[in-house]
Nanobody, 114 residues
């Protein structure tokens, strides 16, 4: 079973930066990217690389976050700059497997203090 493991979360002050990484145990395909879920809120899309290569960002993170993946399709990263307290959430990685469909990691906590 292919697994996605996220890392890079932590506690940072407002205005700071973090880089999240998601490593897959085997190749994953688009759509791949990052979602987040804050306490009491629904899961929301943060940044996704769509099939065909287009990249979509949530309006709330445009200009601050950058998503990237490696050519081997085993790592998806999210560079987060100028973090705000409202970015506090569990960040989850997702990718697609040919037979399994969309799969998810367990998430990494990002906490931004004001």
């Amino acid at each position: 079973q292919v697994q996605l493991v996220e890392s890079g979360g932590g506690l940072v002050q407002a205005g700071g930066s973090l880089r999240l990484s998601c490593v897959a145990s085997a190749s994953i395909f688009s759509p791949m990217g990052w979602y987040r879920q804050a306490p009491g809120k629904q899961r929301e899309m943060v940044a996704v690389i769509e099939s065909g290569g287009n990249i979509n960002y949530a309006d709330a993170v445009k200009g601050r976050f950058t998503i990237s993946s490696d050519n081997a399709r085993k790592t998806v990263s999210l560079q987060m700059n100028n973090l705000k307290p409202e970015d506090t959430a569990v960040y989850l990685c997702t990718g697609r497997r040919i037979l399994s469909g969309q799969i998810w990691g367990r998430g990494t906590q990002v906490t931004v203090s004001s």
